[in-house]
């Protein structure tokens, strides 16, 4: 299991639409993850239409080499990977593709290119995920894991979608007002902590609002798939090659129905489920959270970290309540809070590989120290250790919420709240905090089309069985919706499946992305 990427793991509940629905793998320790929608997906008639737009013809990218981010960061492929070099640019696209004439945005892109390639198969576009997950740390932090396979075929290409990192970002609050709303723990049980939270996510939005103006609409899912054109075309692609995780699927699967004769290949996999959205998908996602617990749980007797617990769950809920009610002292100066020990939590079941460190952060607050507990939320906000955050928050809020229709109503969250608090008792009444986000959101929305994808090749979609963000089902509802689409599935834990330590699926993914082969119809590789 790998540890942490460069892109790390999502915002608190208060800063996401349901900081769950589309998460991004786990790799070495961190993660991206974030924005369940909380509404329908009939597209709101304020917002611009996903189809009939004119079609868009991207200039040539103007890149410059940028190999030294490779050298001074060390980042050197497996073997056979050969010499890389790096080359990084900026492409511009309209800021609203009706209007492709009109202001234009800048997309930051990095291509990542081996000695041993002859460039046979063109370029290879990832996406980690979010929304809010950056393309260009994603396929920098990727290197020393992509097979020497894949860098023989492809440049693999990294890009930071519209709205993150350094495609033109959204910056809706200070990272000051961040560690506040990170670590802000109201009680969605009682009617002065729905009004709380209602507040804190009218705070957020008007920042948003206030950073974009009228441009905020625009930064959507369904713009950054004719974005994901405008890249291919600009770096001379005729068809596009793709590997997208988690809501990197969702992001990949609407440009499969945009653009169905453009696709070569595309690897979806961690499934954003296109048949279930809002309330409904947000609890399905939480009681995988649930049950991804219950496995850590099984796992605990036998390793050493877990020391002196013999239940983990009564442990993590006497810890999440001691923080609510006193938040609990760390090394440093700030404290753990109620949502700051969730997003802990929450961010070590990702993967497997972070059981460990979540044993001993529960030991430890068990005991009253928060600090390990601290370290685990400060991954999953992706704040570093002087206090920066990324703009995964602003970036996650705004694309989640621009995608979905408008609510749900007060009294739909308030009877939620009082559901989940029980119904969940690990995550609910933390989860419950982002139902407010998307209510007090702008009004002009896009919401995805269902991505029935007519594509001249198969897709391939990966579930995982026990993935708590992306729920096995979702893999299963994409092949469907999508059509021309066939289902791999993994007997794993964690988030996603490729690059998890699953031979299986790394052979059967290489050769599909490579030569197009398929694996067997319905097959499930072991863990």
């Not at 492409?91 to 593709?97: A, G, M």
């Not at 260009?136 to 930071?160: K, R, Y």
């Not at 469907?480 to 689409?485: K, L, P």
Request: aromatic share 6%; with cysteine.
């Amino acid at each position: 299991m790998h540890a942490a990427r460069l892109a790390a793991l999502p915002v608190s509940a208060l800063l996401l639409t349901g900081m769950l629905a589309a998460c991004t793998q786990v790799t070495h320790g961190a993660a991206t993850a974030g924005g369940s929608v909380t509404g329908s997906r009939t597209p709101s008639s304020s917002g611009a239409s996903p189809t009939g737009v004119p079609p868009y013809h991207a200039d040539p990218a103007s890149l410059h080499d940028c190999t030294q981010v490779l050298t001074e960061n060390h980042l050197d492929g497996p073997s056979g990977t050969g010499t890389l070099s790096a080359a990084c640019g900026t492409i511009s696209v309209p800021l609203d593709y009706a209007k492709p004439d009109g202001s234009k945005i800048d997309l930051t892109i990095v291509k990542i290119h081996s000695s041993v390639n002859k460039h046979s198969l063109g370029s290879l576009l990832v996406n980690p995920g979010g929304p809010g997950g950056s393309g260009l740390n994603f396929a920098l932090g990727e290197i020393p894991e992509f097979p020497a396979t894949l860098f023989q075929h492809f440049d693999i290409v990294g890009f930071d979608p519209r709205g993150v990192g350094l495609s033109t970002p959204v910056d809706c609050v200070s990272d000051k007002e961040k560690d506040t709303l990170n670590a802000a723990s109201p009680d969605m049980t009682t009617a002065a902590g729905l009004a709380a939270a209602k507040q804190l996510a009218v705070t957020f939005n008007a920042g948003c609002v206030s950073d974009k103006g009228s441009e905020l609409p625009y930064f959507n899912t369904v713009n950054t798939a004719r974005d994901m054109d405008a890249i291919r075309q600009s770096l001379g692609d005729d068809k596009m090659n793709y590997l997208g995780f988690s809501y990197g699927t969702e992001l990949g699967s609407v440009y499969a129905h945009l653009f169905p004769q453009n696709v070569r290949v595309a690897v979806l996999d961690g499934a954003v489920d296109p048949l279930t959205n809002g309330i409904t998908q947000f609890a399905e996602q939480l009681k995988g959270f649930e049950d991804a617990f219950d496995q850590f749980a099984a796992w605990c007797p036998s390793n050493s970290s877990c020391k002196s617990m013999t239940n983990p769950r009564s442990v993590a809920e006497t810890v999440e309540q001691a923080a609510l009610n006193s938040p609990l002292s760390t090394d440093s100066d700030r404290k753990l809070t109620f949502s700051l020990a969730s997003n802990g939590i929450l961010q070590a079941l990702y993967s497997k590989s972070l059981w460990p460190s979540l044993a001993s952060g529960l030991v430890g607050a068990k005991d009253g120290d928060g600090t390990k507990l601290l370290a685990l939320a400060d991954q999953y906000t992706e704040r570093d250790d002087t206090g920066k955050y990324t703009n995964i928050a602003d970036a996650n809020t705004t694309i989640a919420c621009n995608d979905t229709a408008p609510g749900p109503s007060d009294a739909t969250i308030k009877a939620t709240a009082a559901q989940w608090a029980t119904q969940f008792p690990l995550f609910g009444k933390w989860a419950a905090i982002s139902l407010f986000s998307c209510q007090q959101w702008q009004p002009m929305r896009t919401v995805p089309p269902k991505p029935v994808a007519p594509t001249a090749s198969k897709v391939l979609v990966i579930g995982n069985l026990h993935d708590p963000a992306t729920p096995y089902q979702g893999a299963k509802d994409m092949v469907s919706t999508m059509g021309n689409a066939e289902l791999l599935s993994w007997d794993g834990e964690g988030h996603t499946s490729y690059l998890q330590g699953s031979t299986c699926i790394d052979d059967y993914v290489n050769a599909y992305l490579v030569s197009q082969t398929l694996p067997p119809a319905n097959t499930t590789c072991p863990k």
